[in-house]
C-alpha cells in the first residue's frame, strides 16, 4: 500500500505537472500553421518576456502555439523537440540550454525537415536561423562604459553569472577583452553570483569587508546581482563613491537607473528577439527568403535615455 | 502513563541527554573555534565587528530554516520543500507590501500564514497517507515552486514599502533587524524542544515511533506539529529574504533546504532521528556562513569556494564524530 501510494502519487503529480507546463493544443491539425516552441527557463523574467513577444505576434499572425518550459535541462529540451517532431509541427523556435548538449536537437529537427530557429542563445549545429544578440558585445559595452567613467584608471568587481553557461562565459569574455585594453584598470576581484540577487549582494558585503573603498566600480552580469550589489552598497554607505554597471535592462534595473542608484545597464531587446523570430519562421514557412542571422543590436542605458526604455 | 514516557524518552534520548549536558555539541564547537581562529590569522578583516555583523545577518535566513528542519529530523523525518516555500511565502509577502496599501501586519500574516498552511499540508499527507517525508516534501516542493511562479506571473514583485524592508534591512540600536529575530526564534525553539512535554516527545517519535505509539503519545499530532513548525519558520525566512533583496522572487531560495539539512547535521542532529539540538544546529548554520564568508575574504575562486567548503563540512564532522568518541 505504502508504495503503490508514494508510485501513484509520483505518476499523478507528474501527469499533472507535464499537463501544466503546455499551453495551447496537444495536437498540430487544422489548416493554421503550429510552430512548436521551447524555452530556456520560465523562471527567468527575460526569457518570459520573449516568450510573451512570440505569443503575442503568434497571436496577431493567426499561428498556433505549444510552447514548453524546458527548465534549463538539455536532455528535457531534446525530448521537447522530439515530441515537437513526432506530433509534425510546421516549424520549431527553441531558446537552447546550452551550446553542445541541446545540438541534437537542432540536428533532428534538420533530419525531419522540419525548420528550426534558435532564439536567444546559440547551438553548436547550426539551425535554420538564429534570432539573438551577442553576449559578448553586451559585456563590451558595459566594461566600456566603466573604463570611460573611471578614465581608465581605477579597481574593479566582476561578479559572474553561473560558472560554464553560455552567458557567464561569454560576458566574462567581453569584460577582458576591454580590460586588456586599459592596463591601469585592475580586476581587483571576481566570483559567482549563479544569477541570483541574494548571493551577490552577500558577496558584495563580503568584500565590502576586504576592500572598502579601494573598489571603484562593480560589473555584475546580470541586473539581479548588479541590484545585489547595489543594494550592499548602499547599505553600506558607498554607493555614491563606487559605479555598479550590470546587463538585462529588467524592470527594476531601469527604475534604478532612472533614479540613480545604479549607473547604468545594457539592454537586451526581449521583444525584438521574440517577434523577430516568429516572422523568420513565418518567412520560412511561406518560402520568402529570410535572413539566417538576426542580430538584435544592445543598447547602453544611462540616466540620459533611461527615459525611452521605461513602459 | 508519565513513568513510561519518562522512561522512553531517557531510552530514546540517551544523545540527547548528552546533548543537554553539552559534550556533544563541544566537537563542533571546537570545529568552529579553530576555523574562526584560522580566518582571524589569514585575514585581519575576518575579526572586525562589522564583519562579524555581516556573518550572522547573512545566516540568519539558513539559520531560521535550519531550526524548523531540525525539528522534523529529530522526529525522524525530512522538509525538502523549504526553498520552494521561501519562495512562495517571499512573493505572497511583496503581492501585499507595496507601500501605502495594506498595513504592515497584512504581508506578514499572510506570508507566515502561507508557509503554516503548506507545512501543515505536508504533515497532513504524510500522516494520513503514509508516504514517506522524503516523496511528500518533494511533491510540495515542486507545487511551491509552481505556485510562486503563478502567484507571480513568473516576474519579481519589487517597490515594496520601506517599514516592511525594515525586516531584512533596518537596525534597532546598531543590531540588524534580521539578528534580532534570529535570537528570539532560537530561545524560542530550544525552549520549545527542552523544556515542553511536546519537545520529549519529539525525541521519543524519532527515537523509537512504535514505542511511542504504544506509550500514548499523540505521534501524529507531533508530526503535524513540527511541519507546520517548519513551514511558519519558511515563511519568517521567506520575509526576511524578501525584505533584504527588497523584492519577492519566484525563484529565490533554490537549494536552500540543503543547506538547513546541511547546518543541522553538521550540528550533530541524527539523520536517524531522536537527538539534535538548537544550539548544535546555530553553530552548524554560522560554521557554513563563517566559511563561506572567509573564502570571500580571501578572495578564493568559485571553483575552488564548493571544494573547500565540502572538505571542511565533512572535516567537521569528523571531528565531532573523534570528539564524541572520546567523551
Redesign the interface.
Same mark, same amino acid.
Given at each position: 500500500m505504502n508504495r503503490l501510494s508514494a508510485f501513484s502519487f509520483f505518476l499523478l503529480s507528474t501527469f499533472f505537472l507535464t499537463n501544466c507546463n503546455q499551453s495551447g493544443s496537444d495536437t498540430a491539425s487544422g489548416d493554421k500553421p503550429v510552430i512548436g516552441v521551447t524555452m530556456l527557463s520560465m523562471q527567468n523574467e527575460f526569457i518570459v518576456n520573449v516568450s510573451d513577444e512570440i505569443d503575442k505576434k503568434a497571436e496577431e499572425a493567426g499561428v498556433e502555439l505549444i510552447t514548453v518550459d524546458a527548465e534549463r535541462s538539455a536532455l528535457k529540451q531534446i525530448e521537447q523537440v522530439e515530441s515537437f517532431i513526432a506530433q509534425g509541427v510546421d516549424a520549431i523556435i527553441m531558446n537552447p540550454c546550452e551550446v553542445e548538449a541541446s545540438s541534437p536537437a537542432v540536428a533532428k529537427a534538420l533530419a525531419a525537415g522540419i525548420p528550426i530557429i534558435n532564439v536567444n542563445s546559440a547551438t553548436a549545429t547550426k539551425p535554420s536561423a538564429f534570432v539573438g544578440s551577442d553576449d559578448v558585445e553586451s559585456a563590451r559595452i558595459a566594461m566600456k562604459y566603466i573604463a570611460e567613467k573611471l578614465g581608465g584608471k581605477g579597481n574593479v568587481i566582476m561578479i559572474h553569472g553561473y560558472m560554464g553557461q553560455a552567458a557567464q562565459i561569454q560576458r566574462e569574455q567581453g569584460a577582458r577583452e576591454i580590460l586588456k585594453n586599459y592596463p591601469d584598470l585592475k580586476l581587483l576581484a571576481s566570483q559567482t553570483g549563479e544569477w541570483d540577487r541574494a548571493k551577490a549582494m552577500s558577496l558584495m558585503e563580503n568584500w565590502i569587508q576586504s576592500y572598502g573603498s579601494q573598489i571603484n566600480a562593480v560589473f555584475a552580469h546580470n541586473d539581479e546581482m548588479g541590484m545585489g550589489a547595489m543594494k550592499a552598497l548602499t547599505d553600506a554607505g558607498l554607493k555614491d563613491k563606487i559605479l555598479v554597471v550590470s546587463i538585462d535592462a529588467i524592470p527594476d534595473a531601469l527604475q534604478a537607473v532612472q533614479k540613480g542608484t545604479l549607473d547604468a545597464t545594457v539592454y537586451q531587446n526581449a521583444k525584438q528577439q521574440g517577434s523577430q523570430a516568429i516572422e523568420t519562421a513565418l518567412k520560412i514557412l511561406n518560402k520568402q527568403p529570410y535572413e539566417q542571422e538576426v542580430l538584435i543590436p544592445f543598447q547602453l542605458v544611462t540616466k540620459q535615455n533611461v527615459a525611452e526604455f521605461v513602459k | 502513563m508519565k513513568q513510561l514516557v519518562t522512561s522512553l524518552y531517557n531510552q530514546a534520548g540517551t544523545s540527547y541527554k548528552k546533548r543537554v549536558q553539552g559534550i556533544g555539541t563541544y566537537g563542533i564547537l571546537l570545529a568552529f573555534i579553530v576555523i574562526c581562529v584560522a580566518l582571524a590569522l589569514s %585575514?585581519p *578583516?575576518f575579526l572586525?565587528v +562589522?564583519?562579524l555583523t @555581516?556573518i550572522v %545577518?547573512?545566516v540568519s535566513i539558513n539559520a531560521l530554516l535550519a531550526f524548523g528542519v531540525t525539528f522534523v529530523i529529530i522526529t525522524g523525518g525530512i522538509d525538502l520543500s523549504l526553498g520552494s516555500l521561501v519562495a512562495v511565502t517571499g512573493v505572497v509577502a511583496a503581492m501585499f507590501a507595496h507601500p501605502d496599501t495594506f498595513p504592515l501586519i497584512v504581508p506578514l500574516v499572510f506570508a507566515l500564514g502561507a508557509g503554516l498552511l503548506m507545512g501543515g499540508f505536508n504533515g497532513l499527507v504524510i500522516t494520513k497517507?503514509?508516504?514517506?517525508p522524503f @516523496?511528500?516534501t518533494l !511533491?510540495t516542493m %515542486?507545487?511551491g *515552486? !509552481?505556485l510562486a511562479?503563478i502567484l507571480s506571473? !513568473? *516576474?519579481?514583485i519589487? &517597490?515594496l514599502s520601506d517599514s516592511f524592508n525594515f525586516i531584512g !534591512?533596518g537596525k534597532i540600536l546598531g543590531i540588524p533587524f534580521p539578528i534580532i529575530i534570529l535570537l528570539i526564534v532560537f530561545v524560542a525553539c530550544s525552549l520549545l524542544l527542552r523544556k515542553t512535554i511536546w519537545g520529549r516527545y519529539m525525541y521519543a517519535v524519532g527515537g523509537n515511533e512504535q514505542a511511542a505509539r504504544a506509550s500514548g503519545i499523540p505521534v501524529e499530532k507531533i508530526k503535524m506539529l513540527v511541519y507546520m513548525l517548519s513551514g511558519t519558520l519558511a515563511g519568517l525566512a521567506g520575509l526576511v529574504?524578501t525584505a *533584504? @533583496? %527588497?523584492?519577492g522572487?519566484?525563484?529565490?531560495g533554490q537549494g536552500f533546504e540543503l543547506d538547513a539539512i546541511a547546518a543541522a547535521i553538521i550540528g550533530g542532529t541524527s539523520t536517524s532521528g531522536g537527538s539534535g539540538s538548537m544550539t548544535g544546529t546555530l553553530i552548524g548554520a554560522l560554521l557554513i556562513g563563517v566559511i +563561506? &564568508?572567509g573564502l570571500?575574504?580571501l578572495?578564493v575562486? +568559485?571553483?575552488y569556494?564548493q571544494v573547500v567548503m565540502g572538505v571542511i563540512i565533512i572535516g567537521a564532522v569528523i571531528l565531532d564524530g573523534l570528539n564524541r568518541k572520546a567523551a
Amino acid at each position: 500500500m505504502n508504495r503503490l501510494s508514494a508510485f501513484s502519487f509520483f505518476l499523478l503529480s507528474t501527469f499533472f505537472l507535464t499537463n501544466c507546463n503546455q499551453s495551447g493544443s496537444d495536437t498540430a491539425s487544422g489548416d493554421k500553421p503550429v510552430i512548436g516552441v521551447t524555452m530556456l527557463s520560465m523562471q527567468n523574467e527575460f526569457i518570459v518576456n520573449v516568450s510573451d513577444e512570440i505569443d503575442k505576434k503568434a497571436e496577431e499572425a493567426g499561428v498556433e502555439l505549444i510552447t514548453v518550459d524546458a527548465e534549463r535541462s538539455a536532455l528535457k529540451q531534446i525530448e521537447q523537440v522530439e515530441s515537437f517532431i513526432a506530433q509534425g509541427v510546421d516549424a520549431i523556435i527553441m531558446n537552447p540550454c546550452e551550446v553542445e548538449a541541446s545540438s541534437p536537437a537542432v540536428a533532428k529537427a534538420l533530419a525531419a525537415g522540419i525548420p528550426i530557429i534558435n532564439v536567444n542563445s546559440a547551438t553548436a549545429t547550426k539551425p535554420s536561423a538564429f534570432v539573438g544578440s551577442d553576449d559578448v558585445e553586451s559585456a563590451r559595452i558595459a566594461m566600456k562604459y566603466i573604463a570611460e567613467k573611471l578614465g581608465g584608471k581605477g579597481n574593479v568587481i566582476m561578479i559572474h553569472g553561473y560558472m560554464g553557461q553560455a552567458a557567464q562565459i561569454q560576458r566574462e569574455q567581453g569584460a577582458r577583452e576591454i580590460l586588456k585594453n586599459y592596463p591601469d584598470l585592475k580586476l581587483l576581484a571576481s566570483q559567482t553570483g549563479e544569477w541570483d540577487r541574494a548571493k551577490a549582494m552577500s558577496l558584495m558585503e563580503n568584500w565590502i569587508q576586504s576592500y572598502g573603498s579601494q573598489i571603484n566600480a562593480v560589473f555584475a552580469h546580470n541586473d539581479e546581482m548588479g541590484m545585489g550589489a547595489m543594494k550592499a552598497l548602499t547599505d553600506a554607505g558607498l554607493k555614491d563613491k563606487i559605479l555598479v554597471v550590470s546587463i538585462d535592462a529588467i524592470p527594476d534595473a531601469l527604475q534604478a537607473v532612472q533614479k540613480g542608484t545604479l549607473d547604468a545597464t545594457v539592454y537586451q531587446n526581449a521583444k525584438q528577439q521574440g517577434s523577430q523570430a516568429i516572422e523568420t519562421a513565418l518567412k520560412i514557412l511561406n518560402k520568402q527568403p529570410y535572413e539566417q542571422e538576426v542580430l538584435i543590436p544592445f543598447q547602453l542605458v544611462t540616466k540620459q535615455n533611461v527615459a525611452e526604455f521605461v513602459k | 502513563m508519565k513513568q513510561l514516557v519518562t522512561s522512553l524518552y531517557n531510552q530514546a534520548g540517551t544523545s540527547y541527554k548528552k546533548r543537554v549536558q553539552g559534550i556533544g555539541t563541544y566537537g563542533i564547537l571546537l570545529a568552529f573555534i579553530v576555523i574562526c581562529v584560522a580566518l582571524a590569522l589569514s %585575514t585581519p *578583516r575576518f575579526l572586525t565587528v +562589522s564583519n562579524l555583523t @555581516i556573518i550572522v %545577518t547573512q545566516v540568519s535566513i539558513n539559520a531560521l530554516l535550519a531550526f524548523g528542519v531540525t525539528f522534523v529530523i529529530i522526529t525522524g523525518g525530512i522538509d525538502l520543500s523549504l526553498g520552494s516555500l521561501v519562495a512562495v511565502t517571499g512573493v505572497v509577502a511583496a503581492m501585499f507590501a507595496h507601500p501605502d496599501t495594506f498595513p504592515l501586519i497584512v504581508p506578514l500574516v499572510f506570508a507566515l500564514g502561507a508557509g503554516l498552511l503548506m507545512g501543515g499540508f505536508n504533515g497532513l499527507v504524510i500522516t494520513k497517507s503514509k508516504v514517506p517525508p522524503f @516523496i511528500v516534501t518533494l !511533491g510540495t516542493m %515542486t507545487i511551491g *515552486r !509552481g505556485l510562486a511562479l503563478i502567484l507571480s506571473k !513568473g *516576474r519579481p514583485i519589487s &517597490n515594496l514599502s520601506d517599514s516592511f524592508n525594515f525586516i531584512g !534591512g533596518g537596525k534597532i540600536l546598531g543590531i540588524p533587524f534580521p539578528i534580532i529575530i534570529l535570537l528570539i526564534v532560537f530561545v524560542a525553539c530550544s525552549l520549545l524542544l527542552r523544556k515542553t512535554i511536546w519537545g520529549r516527545y519529539m525525541y521519543a517519535v524519532g527515537g523509537n515511533e512504535q514505542a511511542a505509539r504504544a506509550s500514548g503519545i499523540p505521534v501524529e499530532k507531533i508530526k503535524m506539529l513540527v511541519y507546520m513548525l517548519s513551514g511558519t519558520l519558511a515563511g519568517l525566512a521567506g520575509l526576511v529574504l524578501t525584505a *533584504r @533583496i %527588497t523584492t519577492g522572487q519566484p525563484n529565490a531560495g533554490q537549494g536552500f533546504e540543503l543547506d538547513a539539512i546541511a547546518a543541522a547535521i553538521i550540528g550533530g542532529t541524527s539523520t536517524s532521528g531522536g537527538s539534535g539540538s538548537m544550539t548544535g544546529t546555530l553553530i552548524g548554520a554560522l560554521l557554513i556562513g563563517v566559511i +563561506s &564568508n572567509g573564502l570571500d575574504l580571501l578572495n578564493v575562486t +568559485s571553483y575552488y569556494q564548493q571544494v573547500v567548503m565540502g572538505v571542511i563540512i565533512i572535516g567537521a564532522v569528523i571531528l565531532d564524530g573523534l570528539n564524541r568518541k572520546a567523551a
